[in-house]
């Protein structure tokens, strides 16, 4: 898989959410719904940030717990929890998040590469940098979740 510094990225929607006291985006095209938290069925012998699998409209969905692919402190759901349904090429998933804050318009000239010195996983999943309200919102490449997804399973 290429570094995700090599990867172009698109201006347009980005749905902004939050993991611990950090924010992170994804591309609007690539996310189907926003579900409010529920407990996901467990899969035996799953690695931790795999807790389960959901049935969102008859469509059988992983969960992916963001944080713990992030490498931060795993942490208890609560009435902000959200589950993003995440669609790229042939692969769906729920990806469990603190909150969704916005979808907001960001142009071109709004993104910035990522930085070259981030410790791995966050190099391999960050794709670039914009402000949202004087706060750096991280873009997430939805290749390199699945990707890493699959690498702990």
Same mark, same amino acid.
């Given at each position: 898989?290429?570094?995700?510094?090599?990867?172009?990225?698109?201006?347009?929607?980005?749905?902004?959410?939050?993991?611990?006291?950090?924010?992170?985006?994804?591309?609007?095209?690539?996310?189907?719904?926003?579900?409010?938290?529920?407990?996901?069925?467990?899969i035996?012998?799953?690695?931790?940030?795999?807790?389960?699998?959901?049935?969102?409209?008859?469509q059988? =969905?992983?969960? +992916?717990?963001?944080?713990? %692919?992030?490498?931060? /402190? *795993?942490?208890? @759901? &609560?009435? !902000?929890? #959200? $589950?993003?349904?995440?669609?790229?090429?042939?692969?769906?998933?729920?990806?469990?998040?603190?909150?969704?804050?916005? =979808?907001?318009? +960001?142009?071109?000239?709004? %993104?910035?590469?990522? /930085? *070259?010195?981030? @410790? &791995?996983? !966050?190099? #391999? $999943?960050?794709?670039?940098?914009?402000?949202?309200?004087?706060?750096?919102?991280?873009?997430?490449?939805?290749a390199?979740?699945?990707?890493?997804?699959?690498e702990?399973?």
């Amino acid at each position: 898989m290429q570094p995700s510094s090599a990867q172009p990225v698109s201006p347009g929607e980005y749905l902004v959410f939050r993991l611990a006291a950090e924010r992170y985006a994804l591309l609007g095209s690539h996310v189907r719904e926003i579900m409010r938290w529920r407990s996901p069925t467990p899969i035996p012998g799953a690695p931790p940030l795999l807790p389960g699998i959901i049935n969102q409209r008859g469509q059988i =969905l992983a969960v +992916i717990d963001l944080r713990l %692919l992030l490498a931060l /402190p *795993a942490a208890a @759901p &609560d009435r !902000a929890t #959200r $589950l993003i349904w995440l669609h790229h090429e042939e692969f769906d998933a729920a990806l469990l998040v603190d909150s969704v804050d916005d =979808l907001i318009a +960001i142009d071109a000239t709004q %993104l910035e590469p990522s /930085p *070259a010195n981030m @410790p &791995d996983p !966050a190099q #391999r $999943l960050i794709r670039a940098i914009f402000r949202y309200h004087d706060q750096p919102v991280a873009v997430l490449d939805p290749a390199a979740i699945f990707a890493l997804a699959q690498e702990a399973t």
